[in-house]
């Protein structure tokens, strides 16, 4: 199993400190900050973002290199978008804050739908069960702004909770939306000042192919990199190839690139800073994920996009000290996930890997549930970390169901690339009792699991296992409960706070509470773990 652990980590960014110039610290504050930033960056671990680090020289190497460096460890192996974007707004995990994956099965429905879903209307945070870091400022200063940005909704949505103003990208625009019928004039305007439609016709070309195969280690078409409809593992990528232009370029920089317009748009419009009231900028940079699910973090279309991210990143935080002032604002950069290298990059090393769809284990349940039985329509879905019966199964007799879950358990238990698979209900309460009492994996599967609305099993792929939809092929997925899923960095940049490596492992919970007390308001209440220092 490839894992970089944090003393490997703080090593890597020690030299990195070392052999770039280092940018200016912070000043110290003359008072609290007027912004509090957010930056996630979708899909960063640990041990991608470690060779990195050295390569950052504008926008990321100034966070990187000017603030304190963690290592940060999810406590849960529910590893995806939805999950971490609400445990990095709420500090709470998904057995609280009920966003068990980026969509799930809803038995209501019987179908599977995105976290985001509200049947009321358009995307919300109706799931959410707790309250997040806009309903925490807002409740505490009605006069402060809460604002979030991303190409995902759920990225947008779940940070802030139900107060504040989550935006986020549409390709049938293309534009930017957000969950109000009328939308801020400032995003009226930034759809005329900086049209998305235009750029389409362009095509993304790899800024330097020399650095790029330095950086890589690789050719452009290494062994599993698979890009998306119409693009192939080489550059250049024109988004007209592509079946959809508009959506094409969030699996770009450019998708980075609009998101970084809008967050600016953001400051200057809704004036984030300008009073005595900290507000809260919120940004996800959603193509990151994109780029690596196409082609994978080893990839020349990776390195690119994280040299480009490190310039989109440096006109974010010139614009921040323009708009509100060195030293007057405050972030942490961190990522809502993980994910590991690509399969065959782990059998080259001689490690496991396999590549397997969620409908291969949903055969598997299906034909073990026939067994007990007979044949019929059984299994909803089994998209990660459960599995979940149709109203059919779940309206069998007590007896037989039980029996039916039993042999799905044991079938999934003997399949390759699953490293493990129980019941459910021994792992939540009241069978499963506290999570608290649990520890290693079975604790961090128990944060992830919620009685009312996970599946009946629960599963685990095995180190190297990469689960895909049937509808697309993924170069890399993530979610499991090893260290390349659930590690990621986390910097601390503050005007005054510390610089440097820290050795200790913290948790991504601690970012709400850390946030909180920068906006000078109580932490949201499902949070647990402290701030971090700062």
Same mark, same amino acid.
């Given at each position: 199993m490839h894992r970089l652990m944090p003393t490997a980590l703080a090593a890597a960014l020690a030299s990195a400190a070392c052999s770039s110039p280092a940018p200016a610290r912070p000043p110290a504050p003359a008072a609290p900050p007027r912004l509090v930033v957010l930056l996630v960056i979708d899909q960063l671990p640990a041990w991608a973002f470690a060779p990195r680090a050295d390569a950052a020289a504008d926008g990321l190497g100034r966070l990187i =290199?000017?603030?304190?460096?963690?290592?940060?460890? *999810?406590?849960y192996v529910a590893t995806q978008t939805a999950p971490g974007h609400a445990a990095l707004g709420t500090g709470a995990p998904p057995s609280v804050t009920g966003i068990l994956g980026n969509e799930w099965w809803r038995r209501e429905l019987q179908r599977e739908m995105k976290a985001a879903w509200d049947p009321a209307g358009p995307p919300s945070a109706q799931a959410l069960r707790v309250d997040a870091l806009g309903d925490a400022l807002l409740a505490a200063h009605p006069r402060a702004r809460a604002v979030a940005v991303a190409i995902k909704d759920r990225s947008a949505i779940m940070p802030l909770g139900r107060a504040g103003t989550p935006v986020w990208y549409e390709d049938d625009c293309p534009c930017f939306i957000g969950r109000d019928a009328t939308p801020p004039p400032w995003l009226a305007a930034l759809a005329e000042t900086h049209p998305i439609a235009p750029r389409l016709t362009g095509a993304w070309k790899p800024s330097d192919p020399t650095r790029l195969a330095e950086l890589s280690g690789a050719p452009d078409d290494a062994p599993g990199e698979l890009g998306i409809p119409g693009w192939d593992a080489t550059f250049p990528h024109a988004y007209g190839d592509t079946p959809n232009p508009a959506a094409a370029i969030t699996d770009a920089p450019l998708g980075? +690139?609009?998101?970084?317009?809008?967050?600016?748009?953001?400051?200057?419009? +809704? #004036?984030?800073?300008?009073?005595?009231?900290?507000?809260?900028?919120?940004?996800?940079?959603?193509? =990151? @994920?994109?780029?690596?699910?196409?082609?994978?973090?080893?990839?020349?279309?990776?390195? /690119?996009?994280? !040299?480009?991210?490190?310039?989109?990143?440096?006109? !974010?935080?010139?614009?921040? @000290?323009?708009?509100?002032?060195?030293?007057?604002?405050?972030?942490? !950069?961190?990522?809502?996930?993980?994910?590991?290298?690509?399969?065959?990059?782990?059998?080259?090393?001689?490690?496991?890997?396999?590549?397997?769809? *969620?409908?291969?284990?949903?055969?598997?349940?299906?034909?073990?549930?026939?067994?007990?039985?007979?044949?019929? @329509?059984?299994?909803?879905?089994?998209? *990660?970390?459960?599995?979940?019966?149709?109203?059919?199964? +779940?309206?069998?007799?007590? #007896?037989?169901?039980?029996?039916?879950? @039993?042999?799905?358990?044991?079938?999934?238990?003997?399949?390759?690339?699953?490293?493990?698979?129980?019941?459910?209900?021994?792992?939540?309460?009241?069978?499963?009792?506290?999570?608290?009492?649990?520890?290693?994996?079975?604790?961090?599967?128990?944060?992830?699991?919620?009685?009312?609305?996970?599946? +009946?099993?629960?599963?685990?792929?095995?180190?190297?296992?990469?689960?895909?939809?049937?509808?697309?092929?993924?170069?890399?997925?993530?979610?499991?409960?090893?260290?390349?899923?659930?590690?990621?960095? !986390?910097?601390?940049?503050?005007?005054?706070?510390?610089?440097? /490596?820290?050795?200790?492992?913290?948790?991504?919970?601690?970012?709400?509470?850390?946030?909180?007390?920068?906006?000078?308001?109580?932490?949201?209440?499902?949070?647990?773990? $402290? $701030?971090?220092?700062?």
């Amino acid at each position: 199993m490839h894992r970089l652990m944090p003393t490997a980590l703080a090593a890597a960014l020690a030299s990195a400190a070392c052999s770039s110039p280092a940018p200016a610290r912070p000043p110290a504050p003359a008072a609290p900050p007027r912004l509090v930033v957010l930056l996630v960056i979708d899909q960063l671990p640990a041990w991608a973002f470690a060779p990195r680090a050295d390569a950052a020289a504008d926008g990321l190497g100034r966070l990187i =290199h000017g603030g304190r460096r963690y290592t940060a460890r *999810y406590p849960y192996v529910a590893t995806q978008t939805a999950p971490g974007h609400a445990a990095l707004g709420t500090g709470a995990p998904p057995s609280v804050t009920g966003i068990l994956g980026n969509e799930w099965w809803r038995r209501e429905l019987q179908r599977e739908m995105k976290a985001a879903w509200d049947p009321a209307g358009p995307p919300s945070a109706q799931a959410l069960r707790v309250d997040a870091l806009g309903d925490a400022l807002l409740a505490a200063h009605p006069r402060a702004r809460a604002v979030a940005v991303a190409i995902k909704d759920r990225s947008a949505i779940m940070p802030l909770g139900r107060a504040g103003t989550p935006v986020w990208y549409e390709d049938d625009c293309p534009c930017f939306i957000g969950r109000d019928a009328t939308p801020p004039p400032w995003l009226a305007a930034l759809a005329e000042t900086h049209p998305i439609a235009p750029r389409l016709t362009g095509a993304w070309k790899p800024s330097d192919p020399t650095r790029l195969a330095e950086l890589s280690g690789a050719p452009d078409d290494a062994p599993g990199e698979l890009g998306i409809p119409g693009w192939d593992a080489t550059f250049p990528h024109a988004y007209g190839d592509t079946p959809n232009p508009a959506a094409a370029i969030t699996d770009a920089p450019l998708g980075n +690139e609009i998101v970084v317009e809008a967050a600016i748009a953001a400051v200057r419009g +809704e #004036a984030l800073g300008a009073d005595d009231v900290p507000d809260l900028l919120v940004v996800s940079f959603s193509a =990151h @994920d994109y780029t690596g699910h196409a082609f994978g973090l080893d990839s020349w279309e990776a390195w /690119d996009a994280w !040299l480009q991210l490190d310039r989109q990143v440096g006109d !974010l935080t010139r614009a921040l @000290d323009a708009e509100v002032g060195v030293g007057r604002w405050a972030a942490i !950069l961190t990522s809502d996930h993980g994910a590991p290298p690509l399969a065959e990059v782990r059998a080259a090393r001689g490690e496991p890997s396999a590549r397997f769809t *969620y409908g291969d284990i949903e055969a598997r349940a299906e034909a073990a549930a026939a067994t007990v039985a007979g044949a019929g @329509d059984w299994i909803g879905t089994a998209r *990660y970390p459960t599995l979940f019966l149709t109203a059919a199964g +779940e309206a069998l007799p007590a #007896a037989t169901r039980a029996r039916v879950i @039993d042999a799905i358990v044991a079938d999934l238990q003997r399949m390759p690339g699953l490293a493990a698979a129980g019941r459910t209900a021994d792992v939540v309460a009241p069978a499963g009792g506290d999570c608290a009492a649990r520890t290693g994996t079975d604790h961090a599967l128990c944060l992830s699991l919620d009685a009312e609305r996970s599946g +009946e099993v629960w599963y685990l792929p095995a180190p190297g296992s990469i689960i895909y939809k049937a509808e697309w092929v993924d170069a890399v997925t993530h979610g499991s409960a090893e260290a390349y899923d659930r590690e990621v960095p !986390l910097i601390v940049y503050a005007p005054g706070g510390g610089v440097g /490596d820290v050795a200790d492992v913290v948790s991504p919970l601690q970012v709400a509470p850390t946030l909180a007390r920068w906006l000078g308001v109580p932490a949201p209440a499902a949070a647990t773990e $402290p $701030p971090l220092s700062p």
